[in-house]
């Protein structure tokens, strides 16, 4: 078993646990609970993503791009990845990265709402 299908595994795992817990939130006293399960799994996901945005940068242009990245505050990795694939017109991962950042933040601002760290107005 290969670090990637490791990856892939985790990922699905948490995704899953994400959807399935959805319909938890009809109960009211619930929701503070599934949204600190939601929050701690987008970190888990973010980690996937820096991981994933760290090997595409890696095998497609070598170490340069990768310690640039790093000194980007750590998590300029996934932008650098997105600009890679921008460049040698790889939409397919551009939009891959584009799209799971965006669910990324958004499934964290769900979380911390429902956690009352961002309460309603």
């Not at 948490?14 to 609970?33: D, E, N, Q, V, Y």
């Not at 980690?47 to 505050?73: E, K, T």
């Amino acid at each position: 078993m290969s670090f990637l299908d490791i990856l892939e595994t985790v990922s699905i795992f948490s995704i899953g646990a994400t959807i399935l817990s959805l319909p938890l939130l009809m109960f009211k006293r619930l929701r503070p609970f599934i949204g600190l399960g939601i929050t701690i799994l987008t970190y888990l996901w973010g980690f996937i993503l820096w991981l994933v945005a760290f090997g595409f940068v890696l095998s497609n242009w070598g170490w340069i791009p990768v310690i640039i990245g790093l000194v980007l505050a750590g998590v300029g990795i996934v932008p650098v990845a997105m600009f890679m694939a921008l460049i040698h017109g790889d939409f397919a991962n551009f939009f891959f990265f584009l799209i799971a950042i965006f669910l990324l933040i958004g499934a964290r601002y769900l979380g911390q709402r429902l956690t009352g760290i961002y309460p309603s107005e």
